[in-house]
């Protein structure tokens, strides 16, 4: 049985892409650990389970229970499920503090993702995070990134200043796909339309600059080590039509990268078999 750390803000992760790697590890046998800054329970993005607030009538009260947009764009189901058990779990009411990780004590890490900036900030420019992840890839450990938790990855520096994905191939959100949630947002919530986009564009930077494949591709050593599914992947509009979502039953919609200890996926639409494939990874001898 292998002990895994899953590192969380206070506030606003996806409940999809933790939730599942939970349930999926847990019922492997492994033993998950979670870690907040405080040491207190981490809440999720509420729009991201209930889907309330992302119509373009979200904002006014009684009304923005009546979901559309907000059903598409939320957890599915098995992903709700999870998240309603994993609430059960006395480990994640129980969470140890960033500052107390040391990762020699951990078999592997696995990096969630979520896009609010309210709340994922904190997580993504962590010192202390950084740092925990560089001491996880120089000791050759399992690491599995996905979404967001890339960009934790990448802006994490090895012994010699280079990020610890300098030389790894790896995938990330691709901006395909941040871009359409973006633009969806734009009109569905436009009270809030950057919503999507946890760092925007400075004045002088181009569209798209300070995207979460952009800012990754940056810190690797060829920009050519960052994948996204090849046009003749089978199940090509599937995988990257930002709509259909893995299931336990069918991996046809999900794209991951592995590169040694390293495994990495794109979005929660990726999350089951990303989590199956890093619990195996996690078995291996």
């Not at 990134?145 to 995938?171: E, F, M, N, Q, W």
């Not at 890093?278 to 001898?285: E, G, I, K, N, T």
Request: with cysteine; hydrophobic share 45%; charged share 25%.
């Amino acid at each position: 049985m292998a002990r895994i750390l899953i590192p969380l803000p206070h506030r606003d992760f996806d409940p999809s892409e933790v939730a599942v790697s939970w349930r999926t590890l847990h019922a492997d046998g492994h033993a998950v650990v979670f870690a907040t800054p405080d040491g207190q329970p981490a809440s999720a993005d509420e729009l991201m389970l209930n889907g309330i607030g992302l119509d373009p009538w979200g904002w006014l009260p009684g009304l923005n229970r009546l979901r559309l947009v907000g059903l598409l764009l939320r957890a599915n189901a098995d992903a709700r499920k999870d998240y309603a058990a994993m609430l059960q779990d006395a480990a994640f009411h129980a969470p140890l503090r960033w500052e107390a990780l040391d990762a020699s004590a951990f078999d592997g890490l696995l990096l969630p993702g979520g896009h609010r900036a309210r709340g994922m900030r904190e997580y993504l420019e962590s010192p202390l995070l950084q740092q925990l992840v560089a001491a996880f890839f120089a000791a050759d450990k399992p690491v599995a990134a996905i979404c967001h938790g890339v960009l934790l990855a990448a802006r994490s520096r090895s012994a010699d200043g280079k990020s610890v994905l300098y030389g790894r191939r790896t995938t990330a959100l691709t901006w395909a796909l941040e871009r359409k949630a973006w633009a969806t947002a734009r009109i569905s919530r436009f009270w809030d339309p950057l919503y999507y986009r946890t760092y925007d564009e400075a004045p002088d930077q181009p569209v798209g600059y300070m995207s979460v494949q952009q800012e990754v591709t940056r810190a690797l050593a060829d920009p050519r080590d960052f994948l996204d599914v090849p046009p003749d992947a089978a199940d090509y509009r599937r995988k990257t039509n930002g709509l259909a979502r893995d299931s336990e039953r069918d991996a046809s919609p999900a794209f991951v990268v592995r590169d040694g200890n390293y495994l990495s996926a794109r979005w929660p639409g990726d999350v089951h078999r990303f989590a199956r494939e890093f619990s195996a990874l996690l078995a291996r001898p």
